[in-house]
């Protein structure tokens, strides 16, 4: 899963959840907020839904799409409202890192977008394709394009490839995805098996191989149907060995993409220039129109929307690559002069309340607390329907597969059935139910919402405790697996768009561990030996829809979770800048298709 | 930062300091000579005519029977302070600020409701000073208690005591303090509650009690100090000694009456640096939570919303206004009554 | 002088160790694990342990702090790398030394600080001076009112405001925004001049009101009044020996207020999202850095540790009847 920056103070994200999103003030900012916040069903849906698709070797030719009224040249602007953790591919795994991150790394494979149909195709990056499988999915081979460049001219090839991925395993690469590294020695404590080419040892070719300078073939010890979507994560490149400096690449990283990282303060601001050895020939995905990308980092909201909306000075070529607008400045931005410079998008993140299965055993209980949950009241507490819509899958929008599916009828009554609510209880035979509600005191947001919860619950009969957990406290403790709350909102992003990242590691009940994403505990052999069997299926459209009908399952039988809102971004442009598109992979703005007026 | 009115309470103190500032009570004694009134008494009488002070005193009293019977207002006003109005009854739009225009005014919710949850502003208003000054007052009362103490033990015994006395003050006084607070309220929060148990509001009242009272006692602390060291050396004190007093009557009888003009003052000063430091730290999101009325919460939510609804910002703030200003100028008059030779 | 300079500093020395460890103990009181934030959705035990081995977080709390303490002289070397001397670290967060973030936020706390104590003390104290000297006149009695209502005002509560009002709605002012002399002079002015403005408003109050009462107060005291006897003008007895007398507190005051100014104005730069010492507190602590929160403490304190040595030293240069003992 993909995490979602979280804005500032509050941010604390662990656990790969959808950080907290929100907000702070913690910072005192002002009980600002950020990401997701809900509204009404009526809300105009601006959200498109794209089928990503992967790409053929024609598609993986250079240049990027032409962007039509682009031209080369002026400074872009970025808001964060955030600083940014790691400058390391290796080490990216929040979606801010990872879009950023694109425009001075590149990657083996990665997401092309046409810039006016917002099409989405997954296309070799650094490779002439998205890879050829063999030995049942368990070999891919990838070949390096030419005239492959880094920032100081020398020719990229595939030992550098081969070191890259090696350096994933190196003892201070913590915080990035471990697909490749599990993958590659079917091992989840992988460093056991293999601790990076520090000491100078190498992965065997058994396991990963470069016959050539231009090929390299990994060898995986189970068939992985969806690996080329694992090769666009971030850290699926190479880096030239003569500039790895360990840990400190991580806030200054050698370029092989479009610019380079001419100066960064962290937590401040990040500014890239043109690399003159970036050859747009090679490039299928990247227009790099701007001389220069000018990353504000740690822009307070509502700050941030505010600058976006006045735009005055040079913020009319600014953007917020990743976040979305102020919940407080939604009827603002209502207004139709905002309209032409509006991007609403949904994001790979899926909201849930998860239900503590290993507290909460009776599967009538859950299901009476999802029809007493009452959607439409917390999506408004958050905000206001444009950062997030009502959504009841567990499989989100942006990935493939996704079929709406709504067995609780959420959907008809979003402010809860409660009667529907009190017969199943009555019929479990439970009495004065009480649960107890964890929530991370981050802001006034989600304490807002346990006010509204504990409002709607009494409807049903069911007594909710609102517990307060301090923000930097709030993962560690749902984290455990006795941990005492009933009841605990986290969220899950797919890492590519393929619900193999969102359905094993939340539903899978031999995960279950303290930390693991599994937060409801769920434990049931059905879903288990399902998420085996689905995994093997080599032909991903098959494979996608097999996941969609098992995340049906597991909320009509098992009724683990409560999800109640899709992630959208939701905010503003400068008018100096045009073509704007939209990333829905990562769930943020591409940079790669803008240029300034 | 401190916040100013803290330098204001500490500078007061200089004033008294003075060397040139002369001894408060030695004024008091010759006039009571004269006139044949107690010192008490004269101050009433100085303090009655005072009408500033007389009218800021009905307004912080007004403050105070608000903050106790805030339940019964709110009964007779009709709506109370957890009720989401606004929710409940449609009174918010989709983006979740009142429709209503000023805030949500109306006949009923006579301040308008909160932007989000719809809560009723004047009920929050009312309830929030039972929070704000609750908190004040206890640490206020706790910190005038530690740093009388304190300055008594230290100036009385002096010697070792003394010094390792003051600089435990010394280390006290060096904490940056909002970053202390921000920073320990949740390490004093875990030492009582255990992770995961329910956190009672009165304990989170507690923690903001404690964390703000730790770095709070220390200035009054130095000025009794430095005080009891000059009247120490007095004779009727040291007459006392020679008589077989006892250290405690000494304390009780010679010391204290002397000290109670720096206590007064002080106290009254430090309510109101208090109630914003409380408010400051809801402000920044360590103090109260919600639903828990607070003054600070309101700014934090008025903060973020001061563009789409700001007229939700002018009710806390002006409230707040009114309550620091008559306090500061209460506690000039309270100077004034009691210490006449200092003139403003 | 010197001896007294010599045992204020060793005495400050000994405070500052001992801030360290309580912050460090404290830190280790909470009940979450700073791991979890560096671990991303990958929290399997053997990962933490690896991180906890990286932040140096697998060795017994003393010692962390010891060989904290030692390495801001000494430099040290650490799992994530090297940490030249002065060492207060690398941020947990971004391996970042800890000391080139504060140097790099620095600029900005000095530049508010400068600017907001600037504005302050010459309003302040010349508001105060004009009503002492026209004491009960109609402006005195007008700038003893604002400077009443200035006092009892929060940043948090006229911030917001005059950003609405002066930036958003009039667009006079910038709406605040960090610094950067080398760069851009002009726009580090303007974007400096309303978190200035506003921070300055809640502190000249309090010092035109206490100029006002100690020179009315100095200008009763026997030695001005010999002085105005004597025959000397008005003005050179107001200028030449009230005003001495009351620089005393006033210079106390602004010690106090330096001091906590410069170690970072939290409200301030959180109400204007500006990013000096004050932000980098607030994130150190919601992001459990300890390094960062170390070396936001210390830096804090330290301020404050040396503006009152210099309050103290001062005090005795203007009034040679305070002895340093």
């Known amino acids: ?597 | 930062m401190t916040s100013p009115s803290k330098a204001a309470a500490e500078s007061a103190g200089s004033l008294t300091l003075d060397p040139e500032g002369g001894n408060p009570d030695s004024g008091q004694k010759r006039a009571a000579e004269l006139v044949g009134r107690s010192p008490r008494q004269l101050a009433w009488i100085r303090f009655k005519r005072d009408k500033v002070g007389m009218l800021c005193a009905v307004v912080v009293a007004g403050f105070v029977l608000i903050a106790i019977f805030a339940p019964l207002i709110v009964k007779l006003y009709g709506q109370n302070a957890y009720s989401l109005y606004g929710q409940d009854d449609g009174l918010l739009n989709a983006y979740g600020l009142p429709i209503k225009p000023n805030g949500g005014i109306d006949g009923t919710h006579w301040f308008g409701i909160e932007p989000h949850l719809g809560r009723d502003v004047f009920a929050l208003l009312i309830y929030g000073i039972r929070t704000s000054l609750g908190v004040a007052l206890c640490v206020t009362i706790l910190s005038v208690l530690l740093g009388v103490t304190v300055g008594l033990v230290q100036g009385y015994i002096g010697g070792r005591t003394d010094y390792f006395v003051g600089r435990a003050s010394d280390l006290m006084m060096s904490f940056p303090q909002q970053l202390f607070f921000i920073a320990f309220t949740p390490v004093i929060l875990s030492l009582f509650v255990k992770p995961g148990d329910n956190e009672p509001t009165y304990l989170r009242f507690t923690a903001l009690v404690l964390v703000q009272f730790v770095l709070g006692w220390m200035s009054l602390g130095r000025l009794v100090r430095a005080q009891v060291l000059s009247l120490r050396e007095r004779e009727y004190i040291e007459a006392a000694k020679l008589s077989g007093a006892s250290s405690s009557r000494i304390i009780r009888k010679e010391l204290l009456p002397n000290l109670w003009t720096t206590i007064l003052v002080q106290s009254t000063l430090l309510v109101p640096v208090n109630v914003t430091a409380e408010a400051g730290l809801s402000f920044l999101g360590v103090g109260m939570q919600q639903p828990t009325p607070d003054w600070g919460l309101m700014f934090q939510d008025a903060a973020a919303n001061y563009q789409s609804d700001l007229t939700y910002m002018f009710f806390p703030g002006i409230a707040m206004v009114i309550f620091v200003v008559a306090f500061n100028l209460l506690g000039d008059s309270v100077r004034d009554a009691l210490d006449p030779k200092t003139i403003r | 002088m010197l001896r007294f300079l010599t045992r204020r500093v060793l005495g400050a020395a000994v405070i500052l160790v001992l801030i360290s460890l309580v912050t460090y103990l404290l830190f280790f009181a909470l009940p979450s694990d700073p791991a979890l934030l560096s671990c991303g959705k990958n929290c399997t035990p053997s990962n933490i342990a690896q991180i906890h081995k990286n932040l140096g977080l697998d060795k017994p709390i003393i010692v962390q702090w010891w060989d904290y303490l030692i390495g801001i002289f000494g430099g040290r070397h650490l799992p994530l790398g090297n940490c030249p001397a002065p060492c207060f670290g690398l941020s947990f967060n971004n391996q970042t030394p800890v000391w080139a973030l504060l140097k790099d936020r620095y600029p900005t706390t000095l530049s508010l600080a400068i600017g907001g104590s600037f504005i302050f003390l010459v309003v302040g104290v010349g508001l105060g001076l004009v009503s002492a000297w026209k004491q009960g006149s109609v402006f005195d009695r007008a700038a003893s009112s604002v400077s009443l209502l200035g006092q009892s005002v929060q940043i948090y509560f006229i911030g917001p405001l005059a950003i609405y009002l002066l930036s958003y709605k009039l667009g006079w002012l910038n709406r605040g925004q960090d610094p950067s002399w080398g760069a851009h002079p002009g726009s580090s002015l303007t974007g400096l001049v309303l978190p200035c403005l506003v921070m300055s408003v809640i502190f000249w109050s309090n010092y035109s009101r206490q100029t006002r009462s100690l020179m009315v107060e100095q200008l009763s005291e026997e030695h001005v009044r010999t002085a105005r006897a004597k025959g000397m003008g008005s003005r050179y007895v107001f200028l030449r020996y009230a005003l001495r007398g009351a620089m005393g507190p006033i210079i106390t005051i602004f010690g106090i207020d330096l001091g906590s100014v410069f170690g970072g104005a939290i409200i301030t730069e959180a109400t204007f999202g500006l990013h000096g010492l004050g932000n980098l507190a607030v994130s150190a602590v919601t992001q459990q850095d300890l390094p960062l929160e170390m070396g936001v403490m210390l830096i804090g304190a330290t301020s404050i540790v040396i503006f009152n040595i210099i309050v103290d030293a001062c005090y005795a240069l203007i009034d040679p009847r305070i002895r340093l003992a």
């Open chain 1, 1 to 597: 899963m993909k995490k979602r920056r979280a804005y500032s103070a509050a941010a604390v994200l662990s656990v790969g959840a959808l950080a907290l999103s929100a907000c702070s003030s913690g910072n005192g900012g002002g009980g600002g907020s950020s990401n997701p916040s809900g509204g009404s069903t009526t809300a105009a849906s601006t959200a498109k839904v794209q089928t990503i698709t992967v790409g053929t070797a024609a598609d993986s030719v250079g240049p990027a799409p032409a962007v039509a009224g682009a031209k080369k040249g002026g400074t872009a602007i970025d808001l964060e409202p955030a600083g940014i953790n790691h400058l390391d591919p290796a080490e990216a795994y929040v979606n801010q890192e990872q879009v950023i991150g694109q425009l001075f790394s590149r990657q083996l494979t990665n997401y092309k977008i046409d810039p006016t149909t917002g099409k989405t195709t997954l296309v070799g990056d650094l490779a002439t394709d998205t890879g050829t499988s063999s030995d049942g999915g368990k070999t891919w081979t990838f070949h390096l394009k030419d005239g492959l460049k880094w920032q100081d001219g020398t020719a990229i090839t595939s030992d550098q490839v081969k070191y890259g991925i090696e350096r994933l395993f190196s003892s201070f690469e913590t915080a990035g995805p471990q697909y490749l590294q599990q993958w590659l020695t079917g091992q989840s404590d992988f460093r056991k098996v293999y601790g990076g080419p520090q000491g100078g040892k190498s992965l065997p070719d058994s396991v990963l191989a470069t016959p050539d300078d231009k090929t390299i073939v990994f060898h995986f010890k189970t068939p992985h149907a969806d690996a080329p979507y694992a090769m666009a994560l971030s850290g699926s490149g190479p880096i030239l060995k003569a500039k790895d400096t360990g840990p400190k690449y991580d806030t200054a990283p050698f370029s092989d993409g479009p610019y380079v990282v001419s100066s960064y303060k962290p937590g401040k601001a990040l500014e890239l220039t043109r690399n003159k050895y970036w050859d747009a020939k090679t490039d299928p995905i990247r227009g790099a129109f701007p001389d220069k990308w000018d990353i504000q980092l740690g822009v307070e909201q509502p700050g941030l929307t505010q600058r976006l909306e006045q735009q005055s000075g040079s913020d009319k070529d600014a953007v917020s690559l990743v976040q979305s607008a102020d919940p407080t400045q939604m009827s603002v931005l209502a207004a139709s002069q905002y309209k032409s410079r509006l991007e609403s998008n949904y994001q790979p993140f899926v909201d849930v309340f998860n239900i503590n299965v290993s507290r909460i055993k009776n599967v009538k209980v859950r299901q009476a607390i999802i029809y007493a949950f009452p959607m439409q009241q917390v999506q408004t507490a958050l905000g206001g329907p444009q950062q997030g819509e009502l959504g009841t899958n567990l499989i989100g929008p942006t990935v493939s597969g996704f079929k709406p599916s709504d067995p609780y009828g959420k959907l008809t009554k979003p402010l809860g059935d409660p009667e529907k609510a009190k017969e199943l209880l009555k019929e479990a035979g439970v009495k004065n139910l009480h649960l107890s509600f964890a929530y991370s005191n981050s802001g006034q947001r989600w304490a807002n919402v346990a006010t509204t919860l504990k409002n709607s619950f009494a409807k049903a009969g069911i007594t909710l405790d609102a517990k307060a957990i301090d923000p930097t406290a709030y993962y560690t403790l749902i984290g455990k697996t006795n941990n005492p709350y009933d009841l605990y909102r986290t969220g899950w992003g797919s890492d590519w768009p393929n619900a193999s990242t969102v359905i094993p590691p939340t539903q899978d009940g031999r995960l279950v561990a303290d930390d693991d994403p599994n937060y409801s505990h769920l434990n049931d052999p059905k879903v288990n030996s399902e998420i085996d069997r689905i995994s093997k299926i080599t032909d991903l459209t098959q494979q996608a829809a097999e996941w969609q009908t098992l995340a049906e399952t597991i909320m009509k039988t098992d009724a683990p979770e409560i999800p109640y809102l899709y992630d959208k971004y939701y905010n503003v442009y400068g008018d100096g800048l045009g073509g704007i598109s939209y990333n829905s992979a990562y769930g943020t703005i591409n940079p790669n298709t803008i240029y300034v007026k």
